[in-house]
T-cell receptor
């Protein structure tokens, strides 16, 4: 049981480059989210999705794009990387129905922008 | 806007000690509160989830409580072990929007042999 899988685990980008962080879940969860974790700031919500074709902005969305074409996948795109986007990125998924609504997290992608 | 605070930021205890980690939140209209463990350089592992209708949850040596009226949750760890050393995070969910977790900054726990 894979749960939430993020790729890559590590990435170094040059300023201005673009890349896509991949996130996939195999639990048939409707809800998926992206967070970034920075020292002294905790985890902050970037974008989220409540189902295929539906996305919305979180607390820190600038510089990031998302789309959700399938229930399983929720990629995060950096169009023009900046040093301020150096961070650890976590993808999460959760069940949208009634009952236990535990959030499950991937292992993270550590991104450095130089 | 929900704000979540965890005190203390760091805690060092000898092995075998019972300890309590604190989490406070400003908006009592929470749907659930979840405790996570994070090892250095790793992802988040869910420990316990307390729904708003519950007052506590237990898993092995861990017990989490929730008091919505006072805006507080505590994580009790019994008979601590060096393997418990990690950062512990709490996160609150407002309403049923469990795609939006509001996190505290965590408590770094060190259990010394």
């Amino acid at each position: 049981n894979a749960g939430v899988t993020q790729t890559p685990k590590f990435q170094v980008l040059k300023t201005g480059q673009s890349m896509t962080l991949q996130c996939a879940q195999d639990m048939n969860h409707e809800y998926m989210s992206w967070y970034r974790q920075d020292p002294g700031m905790g985890l902050r919500l970037i974008h989220y999705s409540v189902g295929a074709g539906i996305t919305d902005q979180g607390e820190v969305p600038n510089g990031y794009n998302v789309s959700r074409s399938t229930t399983e996948d929720f990629p995060l795109r950096l169009l023009s990387a900046a040093p301020s986007q150096t961070s650890v990125y976590f993808c999460a998924s959760s069940y949208s129905g009634y009952g236990v609504t535990e959030a499950f997290f991937g292992q993270g992608t550590r991104l450095t922008v130089v | 806007k929900q704000e979540v605070t965890q005190i203390p930021a760091a805690l060092s205890v000898p092995e075998g000690e019972n300890l309590v980690l604190n989490c406070s939140f400003t908006d009592s209209a929470i749907y659930n509160l979840q405790w996570f463990r994070q090892d250095p350089g790793k992802g988040l592992t869910s420990l316990l989830l307390i729904q708003s209708s519950q007052r506590e949850q237990t898993s092995g040596r861990l017990n989490a409580s929730l008091d919505k009226s006072s805006g507080r949750s505590t994580l009790y760890i019994a008979a601590s072990q060096p393997g418990d050393s990690a950062t512990y995070l709490c996160a609150a969910v407002r309403g049923r929007s469990n795609y939006k977790l509001t996190f505290g900054k965590g408590t770094l726990l060190t259990v010394n042999p």
